[in-house]
C-alpha cells in the first residue's frame, strides 16, 4: 500500500502535506523532461504552491484503489463498480505508461478493453450495445457476474521487403465468451483498445484548435502550403460539433473528459459529469446495487486528477544522445505529413499569462483511415470503415526502454516498431511502401530514430 493511498482512504480527507510533491526537473517550455523516478512523473512547467498540492492529490486519486459502496473505513474511495474492468486508473495505465499489452494467444489483459458500440449517424452522440453499454466490463464485485470474458488467438503473418529481408506481424481474432445477457447485438462494433500512455496530454490540451482543423504549411518535405491530410475529429455533443483530441480515436474532448467516461464506463464510479454507470436497463443486477454517493467520485478528488494528469511531462530518452528533431528519411518516407515533428501550443503561465511555444509530439491530432487491416470488426463479423487518430510519438524512446513488454497501436498486436509500421495501409501505404523499398541498413537508421525519441 503506498502511502498516498492510506492518506486517501484511512482518513477520507487528504492532506497534501502528507505526500512528498513531484518537483520539476527545469522549468521553461520543453516539454520533454528526464523521468528519474518513474512513480513520481515530472511536470513539463513549474507549479505554484496550490497546484502542486492538487496535483499530488490527483496523483493519489490516479493510484487509488476503489473499493465498493459502503465498505467500512473507505473513506471517500467506495462506489466500484458493479461491473468494471479495474479498481484503479493505474491498473491500466501503470505509472503513465502504456498498459500491458498482449504477450500472446490467451485472455486479453486487463489494460486491453472492448469497448462495443453501434453506429449512429455523423451526428449523432454514440451508442453502447444495447444490453451491456459502451464497455464489456470483464470484473464484477463479489456476488455479481461479469458481462463476459475477452480472449485472442493470433495468426503469425510472414512476407519479405523488397531486398529479400523477411518480416512477421501477427493478426488478431478476437473471441468474446461467457455472455452473461445473451448475444451482443450484431450491429455491435467490437473496439479492443489498449490504455495508451498519458504523458504529455495537458500540452496536447494547449494545441490550438486552429492548428489541427486548418490547414497548415507542412514542415514535412511536401513543400510550403500542402494541405494537411486526414480530419479532424469532430464530435457532436448536444447538438454541438466538438472537436475530439483524446483516445485512438479522438472521441474525448478533453483530458476531463476521458477521465470521466473512464470512472464510469471502465470503473463503475459517477462523477460530476457523467452520474452514470455503465449499466443497462437488461442488467437489472447491476441497477439494484447500492452507490457509493452522489456523484461517487468527489467534485475536488476529480479536479485534482485531471490537474495531475495536465501537467505530465513527455519523457526525454534515457540515452545520452539526442535525437535529432527530425530524421531525413522520416521525412523522406513521408511518415512526417501525420506524425508532424511540430505543433504550436499556448501554455498557460502560474500568473495567468499565456505563452505561444511549440512541441515536438509527432501527431497531428487527425483521424486517418490506415486501411481494413486496423479496422475493428462488429459483431456479425463484417470489417468496419474506422478512422484513427495520428498516435504520438513522443517518448517512445523511454516506453520501449522501461515497459516490460512493449506493444504497439491501438490493440497492442505490434510487437516492435516495425509491426507497427508494416500495418501502415490505406491514406498511409505510400508511406508503408516507401519504407518497405528501403535499404535494411536504411529502416534500421529509422527504427533507431524512432526507438530514441
Ligand atoms: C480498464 C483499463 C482502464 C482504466 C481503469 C482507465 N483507463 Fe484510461 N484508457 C484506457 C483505454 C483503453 C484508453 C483508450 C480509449 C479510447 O481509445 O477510446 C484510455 C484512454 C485514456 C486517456 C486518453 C489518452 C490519449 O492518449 O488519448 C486518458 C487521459 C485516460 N485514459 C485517463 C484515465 C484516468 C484518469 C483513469 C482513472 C480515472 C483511467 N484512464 C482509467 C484504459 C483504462
Ligand atoms: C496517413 C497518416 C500516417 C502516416 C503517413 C504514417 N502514420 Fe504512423 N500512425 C498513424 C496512425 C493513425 C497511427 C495509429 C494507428 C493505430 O493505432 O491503429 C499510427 C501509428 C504509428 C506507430 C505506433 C505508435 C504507437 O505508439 O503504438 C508508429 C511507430 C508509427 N505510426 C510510425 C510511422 C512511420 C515510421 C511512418 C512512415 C513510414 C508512419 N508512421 C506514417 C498515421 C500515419
Keep these: 500500500m503506498s502511502p498516498r493511498w492510506a492518506a486517501l482512504g484511512a482518513t477520507g480527507l487528504f492532506s497534501a502535506c502528507a505526500v512528498a510533491l513531484p518537483q520539476p526537473v527545469s522549468s521553461g517550455p520543453t516539454s520533454q523532461q528526464v523521468f528519474a523516478n518513474s512513480r513520481d512523473p515530472p511536470f513539463y512547467q513549474q507549479l505554484d504552491a496550490a497546484t502542486r498540492a492538487r496535483a499530488a492529490l490527483g496523483h493519489a486519486v490516479f493510484n487509488t484503489q476503489w473499493v465498493r459502496a459502503a465498505t467500512p473505513l473507505a473513506g471517500r474511495r467506495d462506489g466500484l463498480g458493479p461491473l468494471y474492468n479495474a479498481a484503479s486508473c493505474d491498473e491500466c495505465h501503470n505509472e503513465g505508461l502504456r498498459g500491458r499489452g498482449p504477450v500472446g494467444d490467451g485472455p486479453a489483459p486487463q489494460a486491453l478493453i472492448v469497448q462495443l458500440e453501434v453506429p449512429t449517424a455523423f451526428d449523432q452522440p454514440a451508442k453502447g450495445d444495447p444490453h451491456y453499454g459502451h464497455v464489456l466490463n470483464t470484473a464484477a464485485l463479489a456476488g455479481l457476474e461479469p458481462e463476459g470474458r475477452v480472449s485472442i488467438q493470433y495468426r503469425e503473418d510472414t512476407g519479405r ?33 489498449l490504455a495508451p500512455s498519458l504523458f504529455g496530454n495537458g500540452l496536447l490540451e494547449a494545441v490550438p484548435e486552429t492548428a489541427i482543423t486548418d490547414p497548415y504549411v507542412a514542415t514535412d518535405g511536401r513543400g510550403p502550403g500542402a494541405p494537411s491530410v486526414g480530419a479532424p475529429a ?104 501525420c506524425h508532424r515533428p511540430s505543433l504550436p501550443v499556448m501554455l498557460q503561465g502560474p500568473d495567468g499569462t499565456s505563452t505561444r511555444s511549440a512541441i515536438a509530439p509527432y501527431t497531428d491530432l487527425r483521424l486517418h483511415d490506415l486501411g481494413p487491416g486496423l479496422a475493428d470488426t462488429d459483431a ?3 470489417k468496419v470503415p474506422s478512422l484513427w487518430r495520428t498516435a504520438p510519438l513522443w517518448g517512445l524512446g523511454y516506453r520501449v526502454q522501461r515497459e516490460h513488454y512493449p506493444t504497439f497501436l491501438h490493440d497492442g498486436r505490434g510487437r516492435s516498431i516495425e509491426e507497427a509500421i508494416l500495418w501502415h495501409d490505406g491514406e498511409a501505404r505510400a508511406a ?22
Design 161 to 193: 521487403y523488397p531486398d529479400g529481408t523477411e518480416w512477421h506481424v501477427r493478426v488478431p481474432r478476437y473471441l468474446v465468451s461467457a455472455l452473461r445477457y445473451g448475444p451482443l447485438s450484431p450491429a455491435t462494433v467490437l473496439k479492443p483498445r
Design 234 to 337: 469532430w464530435q457532436w455533443v448536444d447538438g454541438r460539433r466538438r472537436l475530439g483530441r483524446f483516445g485512438w480515436q479522438g472521441t474525448a474532448l478533453s483530458i476531463r473528459d476521458q477521465t470521466t467516461r473512464a470512472f464510469s464506463r471502465e470503473m463503475g464510479l459517477t462523477s460530476r459529469d457523467v452520474d452514470h454507470d455503465d449499466c443497462t436497463a437488461a442488467e437489472t443486477d447491476c441497477l439494484a446495487q447500492p452507490n457509493g454517493g452522489s456523484p461517487e467520485v468527489a467534485d475536488d478528488l476529480l479536479d485534482a486528477v485531471v490537474e495531475f494528469q495536465r501537467w505530465l511531462a513527455v519523457p526525454a530518452p534515457g540515452a545520452a544522445v539526442v535525437a535529432p528533431s527530425t530524421d531525413p528519411l522520416f521525412v523522406q518516407v513521408g511518415c512526417a505529413a
Design 380 to 382: 456479425a463479423g463484417r
Design 432 to 453: 508503408r511502401e516507401a519504407f518497405e523499398h528501403l535499404t535494411t541498413p536504411g529502416r534500421t537508421v529509422l527504427m533507431q530514430w524512432l526507438a530514441a525519441l
